[in-house]
């Protein structure tokens, strides 16, 4: 981004600077640093740090509004991962020219290895077992939902979580509703901004994918536009990620037993079916960590009703 143009680069690295600067500035529980395209925060209350992170995310993704620019290079997308473990950092004696940080910390470099195996704005969570107490599962004070990832794994002795970041619990059930809507508008907006280059593409349909897990919980039997929009409109070959993602949807519903009877899944169902691009969904739910998205749609198979 940089090399392609500087000063849309610097548009957007002061917008990420200047939004994660806020946010961590307001919660005096956190203590973070800031450098080039990065943030490194921690924290000794985990809620707290989930909380805010999943902020900053949320105003990067509507920040990609603003701009007047083409958003099929520059774009504002953080991802990475918050781990539990020790942090220390120790200060260093410095000069004019030099400043410096000694830093010793298992969870920064649990968080860095994630963050480089992650595709799209996804903010992965890497929970362990302190006291046979989780972490941050099951932790009623985070205002994310937290989605197990079970083909991901990195040390044995840790569950991963994808936070379901576009959804703030915090606030009413219709806000809940408008703000996901409105943050999926924008991941769309710059899926098809970037539909031309498949790599780029693809990044973008896993911060998607995050945006319609998000929605799972508005579903209902009688009334969903934008259910109904991605299963008529989402039918090309690339957009495999998305089929998977709307059955489990539609599984991880309030109502996932009224739903599959519905004639547009249905319909949808026997179109994608059939198509070349429903070859990578069998291979992805038939990988060897993935028993629980075959589970889903073994469930959906037996209750669909063709």
């Not at 519903?253 to 969904?281: M, Q, R």
Request: aromatic share 12%; net charge negative; glycine share 4%.
């Amino acid at each position: 981004m940089v090399s392609s143009n500087q000063n849309r680069a610097k548009i957007i690295l002061n917008d990420f600077y200047n939004i994660s600067y806020r946010h961590i500035k307001n919660e005096t529980e956190i203590q973070g640093d800031l450098f080039s395209d990065s943030l490194m925060a921690h924290s000794e209350n985990p809620a707290t740090l989930v909380n805010t992170i999943a902020k900053i995310y949320r105003e990067c993704l509507m920040k990609n509004n603003d701009y007047d620019f083409p958003l099929n290079k520059y774009f504002l997308l953080p991802r990475g991962g918050i781990s539990f473990g020790h942090v220390d950092i120790q200060s260093r004696l410095e000069s004019p020219n030099l400043t410096k940080n000694f830093i010793i910390s298992p969870a920064l470099v649990h968080s860095a290895k994630m963050e480089s195996q992650i595709k799209g704005s996804r903010l992965l969570i890497a929970d362990t077992e302190n006291n046979n107490e989780q972490i941050f599962n099951w932790n009623g004070d985070i205002k994310s939902i937290l989605y197990e990832n079970s083909s991901f794994t990195f040390w044995s002795t840790f569950k991963y979580f994808d936070a379901l970041w576009f959804l703030d619990l915090s606030k009413g059930v219709e806000q809940q509703k408008e703000e996901v809507t409105n943050l999926i508008s924008i991941s769309e907006k710059l899926v098809q901004a970037n539909n031309n280059n498949q790599q780029v593409r693809d990044q973008h349909l896993q911060t998607l994918r995050i945006g319609l897990l998000s929605y799972s919980k508005f579903l209902n039997p009688n009334t969903n536009p934008l259910l109904n929009r991605f299963l008529t409109e989402y039918r090309d070959n690339y957009y495999w990620l998305i089929w998977l993602t709307l059955i489990e949807m539609i599984m991880n519903s309030p109502d996932n037993w009224a739903l599959p009877s519905k004639i547009e899944v249905i319909d949808f169902y026997k179109n994608v079916s059939l198509k070349t691009g429903w070859s990578s969904v069998i291979k992805e739910i038939n990988k060897p960590r993935n028993e629980y998205l075959l589970g889903t749609f073994q469930d959906f198979i037996s209750e669909i009703n063709i």
